[in-house]
């Protein structure tokens, strides 16, 4: 909460406005010239107050504020999303190795992937839904 008006606004601040509207830019709200046109007076504005004034008429700007970082976070953290992309580079490697040698036989054989695709899924679901390893687990008093 800022106190005093007429604030200085940093580099970092400024550079986060224009993050800012980049992001307005690519979803449209504004047209390429209107664009150039705000990040010019954003590097061009020495206090915070004309900051806000640049996104004043953009939409969700009182909950972002200027704490100069992104404050987006994916619901599914990283580790869980390399898991969840090495699980299914796994799984189509078995179905094409599968898939090829019942070309070679000539007949569909036994269907032996879900024996590595299924266990291996059921345990990623399951700790993606109990929140297991997440570090968001409720503690008990």
């Known amino acids: 909460?800022?106190?005093a008006t007429g604030m200085r606004a940093s580099d970092v601040e400024r550079d986060h406005v224009v993050g800012l509207l980049g992001r307005h830019l690519a979803d449209g709200r504004l047209d390429l010239a209107e664009y150039d046109q705000r990040v010019a007076k954003v590097y061009a504005t020495a206090t915070r107050d004309d900051l806000h004034l640049v996104l004043s008429d953009l939409p969700g700007l009182s909950?972002?504020?200027?704490?100069?970082?992104?404050?987006?976070?994916?619901r599914i953290p990283l580790w869980q999303r390399i898991e969840g992309?090495?699980?299914l580079g796994v799984s189509v490697?078995?179905?094409?190795i599968?898939?090829?040698?019942s070309i070679?036989?000539?007949e569909f054989t036994y269907p032996w992937p879900v024996w590595v695709i299924?266990?291996?899924g059921a345990v990623l679901v399951l700790r993606m839904l109990t929140g297991f390893e997440s570090g968001h687990r409720h503690r008990r008093a």
């Open 104 to 106: 070679g036989v000539g």
């Open 118 to 120: 299924g266990p291996w």
């Open 93 to 96: 490697l078995v179905l094409v």
């Open 98 to 101: 599968w898939g090829a040698i």
């Open 85 to 87: 992309a090495s699980w």
């Open 1 to 3: 909460m800022d106190i």
């Open 63 to 74: 909950k972002q504020g200027f704490a100069g970082a992104d404050t987006t976070r994916s």
